[in-house]
């Protein structure tokens, strides 16, 4: 089993919603701090939002109001809501998974252990 697969991506017009789902393995969702990450062409990876496994959440100030990280312990799932979406949302959208608790304060960290291979988001004005 891959350890972190990415589902839900696809095309919206600006102001739409889309939910993007992570199933991680058994193993990579006992890890303590789960997250999004994305990529749009020609930048660098940004973090979008992270949740522990206190549920504890925190987002990046791009998407706050808008976007909702969650998660479901029973399906090992990790979702990200995306509402009003605008084109500068436009990304390849990754999911990623760290034991270090830390890795869900602070400031955003590319530094993660285990990465999805990631789902494309387009956003048309």
């Known amino acids: 089993q891959a350890p972190l697969v990415e589902s839900g991506g696809g095309s919206v017009q600006a102001g739409g919603s889309l939910r993007l789902s992570c199933k991680a393995s058994e193993y990579v969702y006992s890890m303590f701090c789960m997250a999004w990450f994305r990529q749009a062409p020609g930048k660098e990876r940004e973090g979008v939002a992270t949740i522990d496994d206190y549920s504890r959440t925190q987002y990046a100030d791009s998407v706050k109001g808008r976007f909702a990280i969650s998660q479901n312990n029973a399906e090992k799932t990790v979702y990200l809501q995306m509402n009003s979406l605008k084109p500068e949302d436009t990304a390849i959208y990754y999911c990623?998974?760290?034991?270090?608790?830390?890795?869900?304060?602070?400031?955003?960290?590319?530094?993660?252990?285990?990465w999805g291979q990631g789902t494309q988001v387009t956003v048309s004005a």
């Open positions: 990623a998974a760290d034991p270090l608790r830390a890795r869900c304060s602070g400031p955003f960290s590319p530094d993660f252990s285990t």
